[in-house]
């Protein structure tokens, strides 16, 4: 098991007891470790350098604290900085639109994107007492609009009945029909899963997206997938107006470096994140959490 980022940054400074400013040199150390810490938690290099340069503007020439030491103190200032790039609130989903408020939720296949479309569902009847239709936009695979049904079924929230031979986009104004005469407040759309970034599917969602005009538009990705998962993230966020991330299988990604790749490389905020299979595997995203992480 590798040491932990903060134990690396004290171990620096350890042999060091003058007081004073931190040196270029101690600082440039000090990063060197950083970095490597960053890169083994996955963090992809672009995204590693540019935080490093970030660190570095702010370390040199600090004065160290007479009450700590200068390890604990560039610990600090690099926690500081992760969580600037995290962004420093939790975020939610936005329901503050007319109802039935219309959120799409996109993202490749095996991401986790129709269990996270339940979760959410869930989650808003169970918390925030709403309505919530949820339907499956998925005409290329029948099983994925069977999963989200059983689903549905499991946890007591309505999905749009499957009507074969209809295409994603009058899934979708079926669906707010149906949600707007059914008087509910939320309206899940789960899109077709993919497994590569492909045209096709890229402009049937932006057509939906048209069609749909959703509040939130949801990107789904998997925390596993390193920097595959930051390549998706800017496909899709060039062709649609993404409004946030959920990042799933948070708990298999013990450094939480893909958040951090993640929000750095689109700037959307993570509203979520997926912590296990079951439906109740939700949580909100904590930047301070996901840095205390990083630096273990
Ligand atoms: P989709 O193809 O994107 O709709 O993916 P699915 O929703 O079918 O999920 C694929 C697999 O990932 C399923 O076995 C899920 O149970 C699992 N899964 C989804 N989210 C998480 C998560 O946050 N943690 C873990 N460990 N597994 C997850």
Redesign the pocket.
């Known amino acids: 098991m590798f040491d932990t980022l903060s134990d690396r940054l004290s171990g620096i400074f350890d042999g060091l007891t003058k007081r004073g400013a931190l040196s270029e040199k101690d600082v440039n150390e000090a990063l060197r470790e950083v970095r490597r810490a960053l890169l083994e938690a996955d963090v992809a290099l672009e995204v590693v350098r540019a935080f490093v340069e970030q660190v570095r503007a702010r370390a040199v020439g600090v004065e160290v604290l007479k009450s700590v030491s200068p390890g604990q103190q560039v610990i600090k200032i690099v926690h500081d900085e992760l969580v600037a790039v995290l962004g420093s609130d939790a975020q939610t989903i936005d329901l503050a639109s007319v109802p039935p408020v219309p959120i799409l939720m996109v993202?490749?296949?095996?991401?986790?994107?129709?269990?996270?479309?339940?979760?959410i569902a869930k989650r808003l009847t169970e918390r925030e007492k709403k309505k919530v239709l949820m339907a499956s936009l998925d005409t290329r695979r029948p099983a994925?609009m069977e999963?989200l049904r059983v689903l549905g079924e499991q946890l007591e929230v309505p999905t749009l009945p499957i009507v074969e031979g209809q295409s994603a986009v009058q899934i979708a104004r079926r669906a707010m029909d149906a949600a707007r005469l059914g008087g509910h407040d939320v309206v899940l759309l789960?899109t077709a899963?993919r497994t590569t970034v492909d045209e096709a599917l890229m402009s049937e969602t932006a057509e939906i997206e048209a069609v749909a005009k959703p509040h939130e538009v949801l990107l789904?990705v998997?925390?596993l997938t390193g920097q595959d998962a930051v390549n998706t993230a800017r496909a899709f966020d060039e062709r649609l107006d993404v409004t946030g991330i959920v990042l799933?299988?948070?708990?298999?990604d013990g450094r939480g470096g893909a958040a951090l790749a993640m929000r750095a490389v689109t700037g959307k905020p993570i509203k979520l994140?997926?912590?296990?299979?079951k439906t109740d595997?939700?949580e909100e995203f904590h930047p301070q959490r996901i840095a205390g992480r990083i630096l273990g």
């Open positions: 993202g490749l296949q095996g991401s986790g994107k129709t269990t996270t479309t339940a979760k994925a999963q789960d899963g789904v998997d925390a799933t299988r948070v708990d298999g994140i997926g912590t296990g299979e595997a939700l």
